[in-house]
């Protein structure tokens, strides 16, 4: 039977069947990735009044949810890190942190609720191009450093040499 997800309470789901009438589920009787959304479109059986063995229709769980119009925390996490990602181009150091912190705790959500794709993207543009600014900024410290520390040995070696005669 096909049926939709109204909501989640005290470890039970309530969906609405085909004939209108409402069953409830124990979540152990949940049978895809994540958790059950309201608005999802289900397939499960009924027994006992109850049902069983509740399964996410692929394709159409997405089409519930987009429907409502909610953004998950995932997609909204991936946003800031991005933003934050492109600050950090031209504040160098804490907004690329935050792009990155941001990034994975988005990629982690989104894989837990698996059907954000929106958000594991975003997250993960975030943490990447955050990793990526942070080593090439880092090279091109030791690099501007590498470079002083041999004009800095190069002035010491020439006054060395003027002390000693050479030229």
């Known amino acids: 039977m096909r049926g939709t997800i109204l909501g989640v309470h005290g470890g039970r789901g309530v969906l609405i069947g085909p004939n209108q009438e409402r069953l409830e589920f124990p979540l152990s009787e949940w049978r895809s990735p994540g958790t059950p959304a309201p608005g999802q479109i289900v397939d499960f059986v009924e027994a006992n009044g109850e049902a069983q063995g509740v399964f996410a229709v692929p394709g159409a769980a997405a089409a519930g949810v987009a429907s409502?119009?909610?953004?998950?925390?995932?997609?909204?996490?991936?946003?800031?890190?991005?933003?934050?990602?492109?600050?950090?181009f031209v504040i160098p150091f804490i907004p690329?942190?935050?792009?990155?912190?941001?990034?994975?705790?988005?990629?982690?959500?989104?894989?837990?609720?698996?059907?954000?794709?929106?958000?594991?993207?975003?997250?993960?543009?975030?943490?990447?191009?955050?990793?990526?600014?942070?080593?090439?900024?880092?090279?091109?410290?030791?690099?501007?450093?590498?470079?002083?520390?041999?004009l800095g040995l190069s002035a010491i070696w020439s006054e060395v040499g003027n002390e000693f005669g050479y030229q």
């Open 68 to 88: 409502a119009g909610s953004t998950s925390n995932a997609t909204v996490m991936g946003a800031i890190g991005c933003v934050c990602l492109v600050l950090g």
């Open 96 to 150: 690329t942190i935050a792009a990155f912190v941001l990034g994975v705790i988005g990629a982690a959500q989104a894989k837990a609720a698996g059907n954000d794709d929106t958000g594991l993207v975003l997250s993960r543009i975030s943490w990447i191009g955050a990793l990526t600014l942070l080593v090439i900024g880092t090279l091109a410290m030791l690099a501007v450093f590498a470079l002083i520390g041999t």
